[in-house]
C-alpha cells in the first residue's frame, strides 16, 4: 500500500492547492450577469473562510492568554501567548535562536537534499536490477517499517555526539520510503511507452532517460514534499539525542530545566518552519507543473 | 523477385507458472515491396505478438523470419512500428516528439531534422512545433505518430491497430490520410485490425487470422477498378461489399474452403 499513499496525497494536494490559487477574475463588462453573480458569490465564500481562519487563531490566543492570567491555566506549565513571546524577543534580541533555527534548517536541508538523490539513486538502481530488487525487497520493506527513533542511540554510539549522527537520523527516517516509493512509480509506468522506446530502438536507457525520469518528476515532487516532513521529524529526534544546538535541543533542554516557554516557543516555531518548508516545495512542484 | 519481408513457419508461446498459452502456430506469408497488407482476425488471435515478432522484439521460438533476406533482430533499422495510442510524450514539445526516434539512435542532426520539420509542415501540423501533445485533435496526434515513425525512414511499416483509438469520423479520415501518406511515400506496410472495412478500404491484400493459437485462415487479394487506393473512395465501389463479403465468409466458416473467387488464392 506504500506506493499508493504518497501518490494519492499528491493529487489531493495538488487539488486543494489548485483550488486555493485559482484567481477569480475581475468583473468584467463581458461577463453575463450569472457569471458576475456567480464570481460575487465565490468571492464571499473566499472571505468567510480567510476570516474563519483568522478568527480561529485569534480566539485560540485570546483564550489561551486570558486563561493563563486568570490563573485557570498554570502558566508555568502551558506558558501563554506573551510569555512565548517575551522569550522570543529576548532571544532574538542576543541572535541566539536564529542560531538554533539556522542549525535546524541546515540539518534538514542537508539531509533533505540527500535523501531526494538516494532515493532517485536507489530507485534506479533497483529498477537496473530485477534481480537486485527481488533480493532487497523484503529488507527494505523492514527497514521502512521499522521505528527509526530505535536506531537514534545506537548512531550515537556509532557516529559520535554530533551533527553526523542527527543528518544520518534524519535520512533514516525518509530514504527508504522514498526508493521505495519512487521504484514502484517506475514499475508504474504505461508499459506501452516503454515499448515505444523499443520500437524506435532505443536501449534500457533510452527508457530510463527518456520516459521514467522525466515522467516520474512529478512523483519526485510529490515526493520531496513528503520527505522534506520526515527529514525534520528525524533532525528533532536527533537533536533531543546528541545537539548542542538546534530546535530539538531548546525543547529537550528546555524541559528538564524546566523553562516551559522556551519549549513551546521552539514548538511554534518549528510549526511555522515546517509549513515554510513545505510551502517552498510546493512552490518548486507549481514551477514544474503543468 | 525477393519479398521485402518473408515469414516461414513461425511458432510463438508465452509461458507463465500456471503453463503455456500458443499465441502463433505455424504462421508463413510474405509481403511484396511496395505492398500493404492487412492483416485481420479476432481478438486474441495474436495479431500484436505478430507485429512484435516482425519488428524483432520478440524472438520466434520455431521458424524465421527475414527482411530482405536478413533475419530480423531488435532495433533493425529498416523497420518502423506504429503503435495502437499514439504515445507522444505530454512533457515533450510536438517536434520533440517526433524527433524522439532520432534523439534514441543518435542521429538527431540538423540534417534529419530538417527532413522532421518537412514532413511535419507537409502534414499540417507546421504551425505546431512547440505546441505539446495535449493541443493536438485526435487526427493530429496520430499524423505526428506516424511522422515520429517515418522520422527514421523505415522500409517497412508495421501498423498495430492505429485508428482503434479514435472515434468512428476521425477514424475513417485519418484512415484516409495515413494510407495516402503510406501509398504516396512508397512504403511497404502491414495494418493489423479487426475492422474488416478498414481492412478492405486499404489494403492489397487481406491476411486472415484464427483465434488463439494464432494461424492464417485464409488470404484476399483486393483489387479495385482503376486501382484506386483512397480507402473513402473505395467505400463507394460495389466491390466493397463483395469484398467485405467474402472476408465475412472466410472469418464466419470455421473450414472455408472455396469462398468466391480463385481458391489457389486460399491456403
Not at chain 1, 513571546?85 to 533533505?112: K, N, P, Q, V, W
Not at chain 2, 477498378?225 to 463483395?242: A, D, G, V, W
Request: charged share 20%; proline share 4%; glycine share 8%.
Amino acid at each position: 500500500m506504500l506506493e499508493v499513499i504518497p501518490m494519492k496525497f499528491h493529487n489531493v494536494t495538488s487539488f486543494i492547492l489548485h483550488r486555493h490559487r485559482a484567481v477569480i477574475p475581475a468583473a468584467d463588462l463581458t461577463f453575463s450577469s450569472a457569471q458576475c453573480r456567480y464570481l460575487e458569490q465565490e468571492r464571499r465564500i473566499r472571505r468567510q473562510i480567510f476570516f474563519c481562519r483568522v478568527l480561529f487563531l485569534v480566539l485560540f490566543l485570546f483564550f489561551w492568554e486570558i486563561g493563563a492570567r486568570l490563573g485557570i491555566l498554570n502558566d508555568f506549565i502551558f506558558s501563554s501567548p506573551s510569555r512565548v513571546l517575551s522569550c522570543f524577543l529576548s532571544m532574538a534580541a542576543d541572535r541566539t535562536i536564529f542560531y538554533h533555527m539556522g542549525i535546524t534548517i541546515l540539518e534538514t536541508l542537508f539531509s533533505f537534499f540527500l535523501v531526494t538523490g538516494i532515493g532517485i539513486f536507489g530507485a534506479v538502481a533497483l529498477w537496473s536490477s530485477r534481480r537486485l530488487a527481488k533480493i532487497l525487497e523484503p529488507y527494505l520493506v523492514m527497514l521502512n517499517s521499522l521505528p527509526k527513533s530505535a536506531l537514534a542511540p545506537v548512531l550515537i554510539v556509532w557516529l559520535g555526539n554530533n551533527m553526523k549522527t542527527i543528518i544520518t537520523a534524519a535520512i533514516s527516517v525518509a530514504v527508504f520510503g522514498s526508493i521505495l516509493t519512487l521504484y514502484n512509480g517506475f514499475l508504474s509506468m504505461d508499459p506501452d511507452q516503454i515499448r515505444l522506446i523499443y520500437t524506435l530502438g532505443g536501449k534500457r536507457k533510452d527508457v530510463l532517460t527518456k520516459i521514467l525520469l522525466p515522467g516520474s518528476v512529478p512523483l519526485i515532487i510529490s515526493n520531496m514534499k513528503v520527505n522534506i516532513g520526515l527529514c525534520l521529524v528525524g533532525v528533532i529526534i536527533g537533536e533531543f539525542l546528541s545537539a548542542q544546538a538546534g530546535l530539538g535541543f531548546l525543547i529537550i533542554y528546555g524541559s528538564q530545566v524546566f523553562k516551559l516557554d522556551l519549549v513551546i516557543m521552539s514548538i511554534v516555531i518549528l510549526c511555522i518552519l515546517s509549513a515554510i518548508l513545505y510551502q517552498a516545495v510546493a512552490v518548486l512542484e507549481k514551477r514544474c507543473g503543468r | 523477385m525477393t519479398p521485402k519481408l518473408e515469414v516461414k513457419g513461425v511458432d510463438y508461446s508465452y509461458h507463465t507458472l500456471e503453463g503455456e498459452t500458443k499465441a502463433l502456430s505455424d504462421i508463413s506469408f510474405h509481403v511484396n515491396s511496395g505492398e500493404f497488407l492487412c492483416i485481420v482476425g479476432p481478438s486474441g488471435c495474436g495479431k500484436s505478438t505478430l507485429l512484435s515478432l516482425l519488428s524483432g522484439l520478440l524472438v520466434p521460438e520455431k521458424g524465421k523470419i527475414l527482411f530482405d533476406g536478413t533475419p530480423v533482430a531488435r532495433g533493425v533499422s529498416g523497420v518502423g512500428y506504429m503503435l495502437q495510442r499514439d504515445h507522444l510524450l505530454e512533457w515533450r514539445t510536438v517536434l520533440s516528439n517526433v524527433s524522439l526516434g532520432l534523439e534514441v539512435r543518435r542521429k538527431c542532426d540538423p540534417e534529419h531534422l530538417s527532413r522532421v520539420k518537412e514532413l511535419l509542415d507537409s502534414y499540417g501540423l507546421r504551425s505546431f512545433y512547440d505546441a505539446h501533445p495535449s493541443e493536438l485533435s485526435g487526427g493530429m496526434r496520430q499524423r505526428a505518430a506516424l511522422i515520429r515513425t517515418l522520422a527514421l525512414e523505415p522500409d517497412l511499416l508495421l501498423l498495430d491497430e492505429p485508428f482503434s483509438a479514435l472515434d468512428y469520423q476521425t477514424r475513417l479520415s485519418v484512415c484516409d490520410d495515413i494510407s495516402s501518406i503510406i501509398r504516396s511515400r512508397r512504403k511497404t506496410a502491414i495494418l493489423i485490425t479487426h475492422d474488416l472495412s478498414e481492412a478492405v478500404s486499404a489494403a492489397d491484400r487481406i491476411l486472415v487470422l484464427t483465434s488463439r493459437p494464432g494461424t492464417i485462415k485464409g488470404e484476399l487479394v483486393i483489387q479495385f477498378p482503376n486501382h484506386e487506393t483512397s480507402p473513402l473512395k473505395r467505400r463507394n465501389y460495389s466491390e466493397f461489399s463483395s469484398y467485405f463479403n467474402e472476408l465475412w465468409k472466410i472469418l464466419g466458416n470455421r473450414d472455408a474452403v472455396n469462398v468466391g473467387g480463385d481458391p489457389d488464392e486460399i491456403s
